[in-house]
């Protein structure tokens, strides 16, 4: 089997590796695509090497099919289509006994804490994985995950039908909380600089202005009687995005910060003691987040086969991490593991 193996900032090495059984309570997973996102280009950079050791086997967005049982497993079968949620909570700490297991204060996420699915055969607790609809394309259902923290965060906010809503941040994310948002009833302003993404945008649907060109707070006001927006998502991890997000909420609005800022920013907190502004935090996902991005997807209901800009085999995979840092024309690159041999 391969594996694209981190071994220190921007290098990844891709390694034969001994096929390894899966064990008991386990799959081994046959790996069809795996995703690049935020967090994987972060580690790529070394910004994560006090988490990430070195050997690692990095990636968590993927699909793939069962190819081998592990003792005690039941209820799947070989060949079966399935995608993985990556998360593994403690079941003791003060989240999980709330019920919150999505935040669990001793989290392990697969692909960062653990090996991840950037391997052609990928074994994990089978407790972690969901099954698909067989007529859904492997190529869609790799981009899940993603979906399932847009889902998250629309539901997270209590997105309502006919709420005006402003995502700032038009990379995958931001777009996929922007459509989802949309396919509740939702108002949907998306406000990104970028002009592909904004093409991309419109493509699905959203409608997306160029924050450069548009008063972004002058537009709410005049579309909602000079209220603003009731929901605004941070998703740039910029200051000048989380100045906008607050800015342009009404009485009572709601801040849902998506985006991990690297450092403490400033914040009109006089904005929020005069309209009474709330401000959500919004992080990984729910298994039922995941069930109903699949739901969307399988569906055509957020047709992610837009967002993927390229396909590759493993070989590709540095230049697929160089061609996510350098930003332009690109939205979601795959990893394509199928022609591997296993």
Request: charged share 20%; aromatic share 4%; with cysteine.
């Amino acid at each position: 089997m391969k594996a694209v193996v981190y071994r220190g900032a921007r290098t990844l090495d891709i390694e034969e590796r001994p096929e390894v059984e899966p064990g008991p309570g386990e799959l081994s997973i046959a790996v069809a695509y795996t995703g690049i996102c935020g967090t994987d280009l972060h580690i790529y950079h070394g910004d994560m090497d006090g988490r990430v050791g070195a050997e690692a086997v990095i990636g968590h967005e993927m699909s793939g099919r069962v190819a081998k049982l592990g003792a005690g497993v039941t209820g799947w079968s070989v060949g079966q289509p399935v995608t993985v949620m990556p998360t593994r909570s403690c079941g003791r700490c003060a989240a999980c006994r709330r019920g919150l297991s999505h935040i669990c204060h001793s989290m392990q996420f697969l692909g960062i804490d653990s090996p991840g699915a950037m391997q052609s055969l990928w074994n994990v607790p089978a407790d972690l994985v969901l099954p698909l609809p067989e007529e859904l394309p492997l190529e869609h259902a790799a981009l899940i995950e993603p979906t399932a923290v847009a889902v998250h965060d629309v539901r997270r906010a209590n997105v309502g039908i006919d709420d005006h809503v402003v995502v700032v941040g038009g990379g995958p994310v931001g777009l996929l909380i922007a459509v989802v948002a949309h396919h509740r009833g939702a108002r949907v302003v998306l406000v990104e600089p970028d002009g592909f993404r904004r093409q991309v945008a419109a493509e699905l649907g959203v409608e997306a202005v160029d924050p450069a060109a548009s008063d972004v707070v002058a537009m709410m006001n005049e579309r909602t009687m000079n209220a603003g927006a009731d929901i605004a998502f941070e998703v740039s991890g910029s200051a000048a995005g989380v100045a906008t997000a607050v800015d342009v909420l009404t009485t009572r609005g709601r801040l849902v910060m998506v985006a991990i800022h690297p450092q403490p920013r400033p914040v009109n907190l006089h904005r929020f003691f005069w309209r009474e502004l709330e401000l959500f935090g919004a992080r990984l996902y729910q298994r039922e987040d995941m069930t109903e991005a699949i739901r969307l997807i399988a569906t055509g209901e957020v047709a992610v086969q837009r967002l993927i800009s390229r396909v590759g085999p493993v070989d590709t995979v540095g230049d697929a991490f160089t061609a996510l840092e350098s930003g332009g024309s690109v939205m979601k690159v795959l990893i394509d593991w199928q022609e591997q041999p296993r």
